[in-house]
């Protein structure tokens, strides 16, 4: 028997649904890999804010890092969204993950076939879609200094150390590898030095890595890229603000926005949250859907567990609900089984 | 008789076949407003520097600013991306915009109903999409310090002063009014301090136009939303980065990217391009489609030589033309009449 700790962060809104539907997935599955799984639940995001005055507290923070893996639901809601920026749940997030380390966000962007006319766009251009965003997360303008404003004017800087753009360029090649084996670097090397910078530090990474074809684009050719043909992709590696817009668009196109995961990896700690938010329009109405949550926790599996059997099986369950008809309000279509948040969970659970 | 001095700059690639088109149309329609239009023709990107090892010389510069309009056409090709980054193409078009204070760059995003089939977002979603993305074009990190990059890491600087953010406001709010009385403002505010600065003034500004509603929106957030349904925008107005990259989706999803006009403006000139490129591998074999640069004359006449009706009167003939089925190979479909780029000046000569 492995012992795994995971701390699991619900935090606001559907939040908390969709984690205790994970929850219950987890306890399912782990047995049937020889795990013995404690999960420990903390307080982060707005709820925490209510109860202690912060939105991440020292002590959550030490819950995970003393954890093998942190499982996220969602932040934020219309109660804390006047607070000033520094108390607000973007900034607990960027802190807790620039204090983990978690420096490569990963985010594929597949078709589920079952929901490929949900898309905007046409089904020809985006069935069989399947890529993988790999964001830089702790770097670039997110965090760069100086940065500030005043009464005349407003500054940030965007900057990459060599470090930096090495070890996200390597997580991108590596898992190129076991994919497509191509890589599609994004900057806007035409404009910008520190995409200069980072266009030449890729390139000597890649001398590691023959057998992957790495291409460059720049980021505004890719966003029209993404939108007029995603089959060419198979790994984007970029940076911070270039991968939060470029992930976001990936994810959109697919149709299944409400479906997809993602995992945040450091050396030392790793996060796994679905990327949808925490929809406080429908939050404590047993509607969410928990897919993309499952979905992150068979990421886990797969990468910091090292089981990918383990995340296969969440996968087939996941395929196998949707090929029976269930379908939470999100992705509803004519004729489907409209199903709650806990009555999808009850069809993963026994299809698993 | 009122008498204009246009200086055309046909550039690279397909650039000079779609500018001699515009002249012959400039020419067709001056006299019927009393104009008088004299089109004088300078060096500008690869030709220019093949001619005098300069993509923009001070001749050139001198002229464009002794006009009362520039009309580009394209720049750019292979036999110039080896060199240096201060001597490629790129660079003469940041010099030639900043050098004649260009600071409004409008590009609208519009479906043409002939070619609302050519779209890779479904017919519904986009089919009467009209919107105009105007985007700040001589400040944000394109042009912050310091700048610069060195063997260890690169650094660029995202900054906007009070009176950049002003004028690019009162620009977008200033359109609104003629159109759907709707701005959206593109920002990261929730992360970036310049995007805080950026918000906070167009907020300000906005006090004088009461009669526009104004919506802010995060930038990964509306790349989605462009992607997933554009026909809620009226105006956008954003930063040059965002700018950059949210034009240049908004002309994807129209299907029509061919046919985008845009136009740079300031407070003392203007400039007139089609936002496609110089499209080296068509470039010289009249299959260049002419109509984003017919456009961009037109908002040529709208604009700088503020004669709306001469502008109508080209997008009737541009509509009439494909109405009749001409298409160059670009936006070709079944059933339509392929045309070269003389073929389809000649219709729309004829059309006007
Ligand atoms: C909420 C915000 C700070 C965050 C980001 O920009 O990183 C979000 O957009 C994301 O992509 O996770
Ligand atoms: C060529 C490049 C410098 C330019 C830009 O980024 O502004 C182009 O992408 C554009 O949008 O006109």
């Not at 030095?193 to 890729?202: G, N």
């Not at 000597?204 to 890719?222: C, I, P, R, T």
Request: proline share 4%; glycine share 8%.
């Amino acid at each position: 028997m492995r012992s795994i700790k995971i701390v699991s962060l619900p935090g606001d809104g559907i939040g908390q649904e969709v984690v205790a539907s994970a929850v219950q997935v987890i306890e399912k599955v782990a047995p049937k890999f020889d795990l013995e799984i404690s999960i420990e639940e903390h307080l982060f995001g707005g709820c925490s804010y209510d109860a202690h005055g912060e939105m991440l507290t020292e002590e959550t923070l030490a819950a995970c890092k003393n954890a093998d893996a942190v499982l996220l639901g969602a932040v934020g809601g219309p109660k804390w969204e006047n607070l000033p920026h520094n108390k607000k749940p973007e900034a607990a997030l960027l802190k807790l993950r620039k204090e983990l380390g978690l420096y490569a966000n990963i985010r594929p962007a597949k078709v589920f076939d079952a929901l490929a006319d949900a898309s905007s766009l046409k089904k020809d251009i985006i069935q069989g879609t399947d890529f993988v965003v790999v964001r830089e997360l702790t770097g670039g303008i997110y965090f760069g200094q100086p940065r500030g404003y005043d009464e005349e004017k407003g500054w940030n800087t965007m900057v990459y150390e060599k470090y930096e753009v090495e070890r996200i360029a390597r997580q991108a090649f590596e898992l190129a590898r076991k994919r497509g084996k191509k890589v599609t670097s994004i900057d806007k090397a035409n404009v910008l030095e520190v995409s200069q910078f980072w266009r030449q530090i890729v390139h000597e990474v890649h001398k590691d890595y023959q057998d992957v074809v790495l291409n460059d684009m720049y980021v505004d050719n890719a966003a029209m890229q993404v939108v007029r043909n995603p089959k060419q992709f198979d790994v984007i590696v970029t940076s911070n603000l270039f991968g939060d817009i470029i992930s976001d668009i990936s994810g959109m196109i697919t149709g299944s926005l409400g479906m997809l995961p993602s995992a945040s990896l450091g050396d030392k700690y790793a996060l796994y949250e679905p990327i949808h938010g925490s929809a406080p329009d429908i939050a404590g109405q047993n509607k969410a859907n928990p897919l993309a949550t499952l979905a992150s926790v068979a990421m886990m599996f797969e990468n910091t567990l090292d089981l990918p059997e383990a995340g296969k099986l969440i996968y087939s369950a996941i395929e196998d609900t949707l090929s029976k008809g269930y379908r939470t309000g999100d992705i509803k279509s004519e004729g489907c089984k409209l199903a709650s948040t806990t009555e999808m969970t009850e069809q993963i659970l026994t299809s698993l």
